[in-house]
Every structure is written in C-alpha cells, then in structure tokens.
Nanobody
C-alpha cells in the first residue's frame, strides 16, 4: 500500500534552514505529482508547493516563494522541501501528499507529518 514518511523537521531559529524529506513506497513514485501542505497551530491546511511527476515543473505559495525549494529524487523515491530563511510563521506540521490523476491539486495519500518550529 501507499506509504509516505516525512522526516527532517525540528526546532530552528528564524533565518535558519531545514530540509524535509518524504520517503515514498507502495506506488510508482515517478508517475505521480507530489505536494507539500502545512498546518500551523490553530489554523487550517495551507498548500505550500507541488511538483510534477517529472520534476521539471514546480509551484509555490506566495508565502514561501523564493525561500523554499521542492525537488524529488526518482532513484531514492524521495520528495524534498528545502526551506531557507525560515520565519516564525513557517511553524507548522508539514505533510507530503501523493497527487491523484486528474486536475492538479487532487490529493490522495498523505504522510503522518513532521513538525517544524521556528523560534528564537
């Protein structure tokens, strides 16, 4: 079955960097677009970024554009989110999700999430 396991979260100071990873298994990773979504404390889900199946097309929320970079490794079946210049408002649980065939943004399976806390 589909399994998505996020890692790489933690506590970081403002201005710092983290790289999140999402290890995928149970499906042909290279055939699917992938997405990062986050949920800040007390708030709803926020789309962060997505990448097409081939890795050549990426999209970012305005709130992270220029600071975050999404990428994927088809050999390691892993999705990444490089986060630089982190801000307090980036504090959230970050989830990776497998896109379903069809319109962009149709999400299927989700990982369990990894906590990112930006604090001084």
């Amino acid at each position: 079955q589909v399994q998505l396991v996020e890692s790489g979260g933690g506590l970081v100071q403002p201005g710092g960097s983290l790289r999140l990873s999402c290890a995928a298994s149970g499906f042909t990773f290279s055939n699917y677009a992938m997405t990062w979504v986050r949920q800040a404390p007390g708030k709803g889900l926020e789309w962060v970024s997505d990448i097409n199946s081939g890795g050549g097309t990426t999209y970012y929320a305005d709130s992270v554009k220029g600071r975050f970079t999404i990428s994927r490794d088809k050999v390691k079946n892993t999705l990444y989110l490089q986060m630089n210049s982190l801000k307090f408002e980036d504090t959230a649980v970050y989830y990776c999700a497998k896109d379903e065939p069809g319109p962009r943004g149709l999400l299927g399976s989700w990982g369990q999430g990894t906590q990112v806390t930006v604090s001084s």
